[in-house]
């Protein structure tokens, strides 16, 4: 049995490749090359446009895919994409483990303020059936007109304002763009073709791949932290950790002492580490993460 996963081909192509480093799997992408090599037999990589991911699952050519929900409700609205099967949201972007909006943007001087305020003009996106279908919920006629790129400086030339896709906003902080509404927010979703499901084996490879990618980003920002403790100093230090479930109390040789472990927010630890050290803890140790199965 061999899976075909397809792997998002351009901006997020590196932080997939790092999600799958912390899943367990190494992929080694060649510039030279679509089909990157990976450790597992069981695996084969194509790269691919997250533009074009859904209709690749939807037809078969693909068991497995990674690309945005805002690709798969613009392959939706499109070409139905009936045989596509969301497995799981995967929470992670170009440069954070976070959502991406698809917004409305104008230029910074401009006088529309609203999206009624558009009415009979030109909006430039690549993400057409959905701005379409955003206007249309409005009761707004617009002429939504397909962009290959840069969108941003189009404008106010060659068009009266833009859909874009942004995730911190300083692409259209640079080009002199306002935000007077969001259309959509998008996550990363693993989809699989409904095909490659009814088989018994490509199921459980799936599933497996869901889960060890759902533990990799639930691990992110967190680590561990182990240390140990009198008996009699205990509740004061345990008043101290926060816990994924409830910290593991554990006996340790000596009678009179036990061991703690846990897992806490990273941010936290800097503050917390002295907190512990003065509620009596010793032998403190911070350990990072790689998955978390919840």
Same mark, same amino acid.
């Given at each position: 049995?061999?899976?075909?996963?397809?792997?998002p081909?351009g901006s997020l192509?590196?932080?997939t490749?790092?999600?799958?480093a912390?899943?367990?799997f190494?992929?080694?992408?060649?510039?030279?090359?679509?089909?990157?090599?990976v450790?597992?037999?069981e695996l084969?990589?194509?790269?691919?446009?997250?533009?074009?991911?859904a209709r690749?699952v939807?037809?078969?050519?693909?068991?497995?895919?990674?690309?945005?929900?805002?690709? =798969?409700a613009e392959? +939706?609205?499109?070409?139905?994409g009936s045989?596509i099967?969301? @497995?799981?949201d !995967?929470?992670?972007?170009? &440069?954070?483990?976070g959502c991406?909006r698809?917004v409305?943007?104008v230029?910074?001087?401009?006088?529309?303020?609203?999206p009624q305020?558009?009415e009979?003009r030109?909006v430039?996106?690549?993400?057409?059936r959905a701005t379409?279908?955003?206007?249309?919920?409005l009761?707004v006629n617009?002429n939504?007109?397909?962009?290959w790129g840069?969108?941003?400086?189009?404008?106010?030339?060659?068009a009266?304002?833009?859909?874009?896709?942004?995730?911190?906003?300083?692409?259209?902080r640079?080009?002199?763009?306002?935000?007077?509404?969001?259309?959509?927010e998008?996550?990363?979703?693993? =989809?699989a073709?409904? +095909?490659?499901l009814?088989?018994?084996?490509?199921?459980?490879? @799936?599933e497996? !791949?869901?889960?060890?990618? &759902?533990?990799?980003?639930a691990a992110?920002?967190?680590?561990?932290?182990?240390l140990?403790?009198?008996?009699?100093d205990?509740?004061?230090?345990l008043?101290?950790l926060?816990?994924l479930?409830?910290?593991?109390?554990s006996?340790?040789?000596?009678?009179?002492?036990?061991a703690v472990n846990?897992?806490i927010?990273?941010?936290?630890?800097?503050?917390?580490i002295?907190?512990l050290?003065?509620?009596?803890?010793?032998?403190?140790?911070?350990y990072?993460l790689n998955?978390?199965v919840?």
């Amino acid at each position: 049995m061999k899976l075909r996963l397809g792997i998002p081909k351009g901006s997020l192509q590196d932080a997939t490749v790092q999600l799958f480093a912390r899943a367990g799997f190494n992929v080694y992408v060649s510039p030279r090359s679509y089909f990157p090599a990976v450790d597992d037999p069981e695996l084969e990589c194509v790269l691919i446009r997250a533009q074009e991911m859904a209709r690749y699952v939807d037809d078969g050519v693909l068991d497995v895919g990674l690309t945005g929900w805002d690709w =798969i409700a613009e392959h +939706s609205a499109t070409r139905g994409g009936s045989n596509i099967v969301p @497995i799981a949201d !995967l929470t992670y972007a170009k &440069q954070s483990f976070g959502c991406v909006r698809w917004v409305l943007a104008v230029p910074e001087g401009s006088p529309f303020q609203r999206p009624q305020d558009l009415e009979g003009r030109v909006v430039a996106t690549e993400l057409v059936r959905a701005t379409e279908a955003y206007f249309a919920r409005l009761g707004v006629n617009v002429n939504v007109e397909f962009s290959w790129g840069a969108t941003e400086v189009k404008p106010p030339v060659l068009a009266d304002a833009i859909v874009e896709v942004t995730e911190t906003g300083s692409s259209l902080r640079a080009n002199r763009l306002r935000v007077i509404d969001t259309i959509m927010e998008s996550s990363t979703r693993l =989809i699989a073709n409904r +095909s490659s499901l009814a088989d018994d084996a490509k199921r459980t490879k @799936i599933e497996n !791949l869901a889960l060890l990618l &759902q533990a990799a980003i639930a691990a992110y920002g967190r680590v561990g932290v182990m240390l140990n403790v009198r008996r009699d100093d205990l509740q004061n230090v345990l008043a101290l950790l926060p816990a994924l479930l409830r910290p593991t109390v554990s006996p340790l040789s000596d009678a009179d002492w036990v061991a703690v472990n846990t897992i806490i927010e990273e941010h936290t630890v800097r503050e917390l580490i002295p907190r512990l050290k003065a509620a009596r803890a010793q032998g403190i140790v911070e350990y990072p993460l790689n998955k978390v199965v919840l």
